[in-house]
């Protein structure tokens, strides 16, 4: 437990960024990392179900003779607040960009006892795992072709009597991908439109017979970043008005697209 955990608990005194609280003893650690939490709060964004975004970046600023009482504790004092930051993002299911940081900052402006809080979100390095999410099933995404049907030689397996035995094919590089249906009678569909081939964006949802199969992309490890946008590995895309791939080229192996399109089950 760190060293402000037991007093800070039941602590609500804060302040957001946009104006400042006064304490008359001064700024005091405790003060700091209730503001902290508050400001987590304030700045949450619920962005779906599963992700609710918070600040990650924040400067203390305050005057002073509060700046120079509280740089004796020196770096100590900023670790342990970013222990808070983390700890309560963490307690309350937030998702954050990147690390947590903290740095207090001395700002001549402002008088004894006045704390300031700037709190941003600040995107860092994320490792992404794709998923396939069906009937509440996530399946990962492992770096190849996987593929989706109801025959036993499907690595995703779909009961719905509408599906074909090899019925939709999801290729992933770790950063784009493509979905192409192979040849299925019944065709998949997204946003009620068949396609042959579209890329893989973050949260789109694939028809299949009347089963649905949600694309996501989860952070590794509970940090959440900004996710990749949709992104086009291949110039032969024929995907519908609403499954627009992005003209921005990723940056892939050309290689291993080109072995997995000319290799792939049609």
């Known amino acids: 437990m760190g060293i402000l955990d037991s007093v800070e608990r039941g602590l609500e005194r804060a302040v957001n960024g946009a104006f400042a ?11 700091i990392s209730a503001a902290l939490k508050r400001e987590l709060d304030i700045g949450s964004v619920i962005v ?27 770096g100590t004092l900023e670790r342990e607040l970013v222990a808070v930051v983390a700890k309560h993002a963490k307690r309350q299911g937030y998702q954050l960009l990147g690390d947590p940081s903290v740095v207090i900052e001395r700002d001549s402006s402002l008088t004894t006892g006045v704390l300031q809080i700037d709190a941003a979100q600040v ?49 992933w590089d770790g950063t ?23 890329a893989l964006s973050p949260d789109t949802v694939f028809t299949i017979g009347q089963t649905q199969l949600t694309f996501r992309l989860l952070p590794d490890g509970g940090s ?39 290799n792939s089950p049609s």
């Not at 990962?140 to 035995?165: F, H, N, Y």
């Open 224 to 262: 959440r970043a900004a996710r990749p946008g949709p992104q086009q590995p291949s110039s032969r895309s024929s995907a519908p008005r609403n499954a627009t791939p992005s003209n921005t080229a990723p940056s892939i192996d050309e290689d291993f697209w080109r072995g997995l399109l000319v």
């Open 123 to 171: 995107e860092g390095s994320v490792s992404w795992v794709a998923v396939i999410e069906v009937d509440g099933v996530r399946h990962p995404l492992r770096k190849g072709a996987t593929i989706v049907g109801r025959g036993s030689e499907a690595d995703i397996r779909v009961t719905d009597g509408a599906a074909s035995r090899q019925h939709l094919q999801l290729i």
């Open 21 to 31: 609280r006064t304490f008359r003893s001064g700024v005091q650690p405790v003060e």
């Open 176 to 198: 784009a991908g493509i979905a192409r249906d192979l040849g299925s009678t019944n065709g998949t569909k997204i946003n009620g439109q068949r396609f042959r081939e579209a």
């Open 48 to 74: 779906d179900r599963d992700r609710v975004l918070a600040p990650n970046s924040f400067v203390v600023r305050v005057g002073d003779a509060d700046a120079d009482r509280l740089a004796r504790m020196g």
